[in-house]
C-alpha cells in the first residue's frame, strides 16, 4: 500500500490520515502473557499505533507466551492494551500517528524514525482532558476484548472509529482557548507514563517540553494538585504493584522497570506510600488471590 499522505497533524485535524483508501489494512494486538523484554514498552493506559509510512516491526509475544517479530507496514495498526507491550526493533525507517489514552487526558504524537541516522525526527504533539466516562474509553476497552479474534471483519470499522473520534477530539483541544500550562501538564504527564522506567528527572521533562525546571514545578502543584516528584513517585509504585501481582520478577528488577536505580530507595517509597513492603505485597496478594488488573 503506497504511504498515507499526512504530514503533519493539521492535515489529521482536516480528516487526511486514510489517504481515500478504507483503513485500517490490518490490525495487530500486544499481549501480556510473559514479562516484557529489556526496550519493550509497557504502560498502564491503551495505545493505538497507525503506520503512516514504512515498516514498523516489532516483537510482539503471543497467547501460548512465546515471541514473534511482526512486520506492520503503511495501513496497519498495532493495538496495545492496557499493561501489554511492545518491542520496536527501530530498524527501518517508519511514520507513525500514535494515539495514547490515559486515565484523564489523551495524546497524539505524529512520529518518523530515521533508522540511517538511528534517531527520531522532530515529534509533533496534541493533547487534551478525558472524561471520566469518555467513549474513548469504552472503544478501546472494546478492542482490547478483541484481540483473539484477528481477523475478524468488525477489527477494522472499530480502529478507524477509535482513530476519527480521537481526531475529533484533536480538532476540539486545539480550537479550545485553554491556558499554556493546563495544556503542559497534560502532555507531560503522558510523556511520564511513557517513560517511567528511563532516567526521568524534571531537567530532563523540562527539556523535553521547552520550558525551566521550576515553571514546571509550578505547573504540576498548579494543575494537579501535587509537585513533580509525588506524582512520579505515585506512578512508579503504581506501576510496581502491577509487576509485583502479574509477574514472579526479583525485587532489584521491578525497581529497575519502575525508574528507581537504587532497590533500597524503592523499598523505602514502596513502603511509604502502599504500607507494606514488595514482599509483603507480593504475599499479601498471592494469599488472596487478587486477580491481575
Not at 471483519?153 to 477509535?162: D, G, H, I, S
Amino acid at each position: 500500500m503506497p504511504p498515507i499522505p499526512m504530514t503533519s497533524l493539521a492535515d489529521f485535524e482536516r480528516g487526511a490520515w486514510s489517504g481515500g483508501e478504507p483503513l485500517p489494512r490490518r490490525v495487530a494486538f500486544a499481549r501480556d502473557t510473559r514479562p516484557p523484554p529489556p526496550g519493550g514498552l509497557q504502560v498502564q493506559f491503551p495505545r493505538l499505533e497507525l503506520v503512516l509510512d514504512g515498516v514498523y516491526r516489532n516483537e510482539l509475544c503471543d497467547a501460548a507466551g512465546g515471541t514473534a517479530i511482526c512486520d506492520l507496514e503503511a495501513g496497519d495498526a498495532l493495538f496495545v492494551g492496557a499493561n501489554c507491550w511492545n518491542r520496536p526493533v527501530w530498524d527501518a525507517d517508519v511514520r507513525l500517528l500514535s494515539l495514547l489514552i490515559g486515565s484523564k487526558h489523551f495524546g497524539l504524537s505524529l512520529l518518523f524514525w530515521d533508522a540511517g541516522n538511528g534517531a527520531f525526527g522532530p515529534v509533533e504533539k496534541r493533547s487534551g482532558p478525558l472524561s471520566g466516562n469518555s467513549p474513548l474509553y469504552h472503544m478501546a476497552a472494546a478492542l482490547a476484548g478483541c484481540r483473539d479474534a484477528v481477523d475478524a471483519p468488525f477489527l477494522r470499522p472499530q480502529v478507524a472509529a477509535v482513530v476519527e473520534y480521537a481526531r475529533t477530539l484533536v480538532a476540539q483541544a486545539v480550537s479550545a482557548d485553554e491556558r499554556r500550562s493546563a495544556a503542559l501538564h497534560r502532555a507531560a504527564c503522558l510523556y511520564l507514563e511513557e517513560n517511567l522506567g528511563a532516567g526521568i528527572t524534571r531537567e530532563r521533562v523540562a527539556r523535553q517540553f521547552g520550558v525551566s525546571p521550576n515553571y514546571l514545578s509550578r505547573v504540576f502543584r498548579d494543575q494537579g494538585g501535587v509537585t513533580f516528584s509525588e506524582f512520579v513517585a505515585a506512578r512508579r509504585v503504581g506501576t510496581a504493584q502491577w509487576l509485583l501481582e502479574a509477574y514472579d520478577l526479583p525485587l532489584a528488577e521491578v525497581a529497575q522497570r519502575c525508574g528507581f536505580r537504587d532497590v533500597n530507595y524503592f523499598l523505602k517509597v514502596f513502603k511509604k506510600r502502599v504500607g507494606r513492603t514488595p514482599t509483603e505485597y507480593r504475599a499479601s496478594i498471592r494469599a488472596h488471590g487478587t486477580p491481575r488488573a
